[in-house]
């Protein structure tokens, strides 16, 4: 993982409060602090992380915010 | 005949704690509507009791049954109590047959549940990634008092009552996400904005979610 990428992620995961978790399913539960140390090694769970975090990153340019109506139009 | 609700829900860690909580509410909300309810909780979460009363569920073909599966999974398998098999394609996957599914867990929507709707299962709605939620570490022994999880939980509970109130799959699928964009929303635009940290993981669960087979199923 690029080292810019790995600070950008560890960045947006500094900012969870303390005592809050997160579960990722089958790949277990992580503190800010677990989470953090996996993103720095680059692991498969750092990279799930990754994953979550680019995604919502990319979902702002695919205009996923805006309000949908019932037919998944969005308005 | 009446309409009958299967539900498997293990209770062995953290995050299937949280699920087999909020499952209560499901179940509560279906014997209110006088469903017949099969609840497979913890050490009840095996493949033999899963088999036994998906065969007592019955009447699958009139589509009179609907199976509300938490736990652990994986794209082609999704797990009980202890992480023990539950079901798994090319094993089990016909004891859906003739069901509307929901199965709260990760990424079986990428070959479990297409397996699915090609074995006779009317529909089956869940996640094609990891199912992801945060947590309050000082709420895990009351998970439904967790303001943070029930963002998260909140509209998975909803999409169940959804199907309960005799909707479609498709419905209730765009009323779970309708929840989670108002609640992203909400989080975006709050002027306190502590809890936008929220927001990436509520979007990858929108994102993940599927609603595969005949979106116009109903129990």
Known sequence: MK???????IARLQVLPPGINISLGSEGKYSKTELIEHVKKGDKIGQKITQVHLSFLQSLKTGIFYEQDSSGHQA | MNKTLLVTRPDYEITTHYLFAYAQLVIDYAKARKLT????AKS???I???AKASGEAGSRSAGQSLIFLNGHGAKNLITGQNGHLLIKVGFNEKILKGAVVYALSCQTGKSLGPKSILAGCLAYLGYDEDFVFLYDQNSTSKPLNDTTAQLFLA???QLMFTLLGNKTAQQAHQIAMSQMQTSINQLLTSQAADQAYLVPYLTWNLTHQVCLGNPQATI
């Open chain 2, 44 to 46: 009840k979460a095996n």
């Open chain 2, 155 to 157: 509209p998975t509970t």
């Open chain 1, 3 to 9: 080292s810019l990428l790995k600070k950008l992620i």
């Open chain 2, 48 to 50: 033999h009791n899963l």
């Open chain 2, 37 to 40: 309810v099969i609840d497979l």
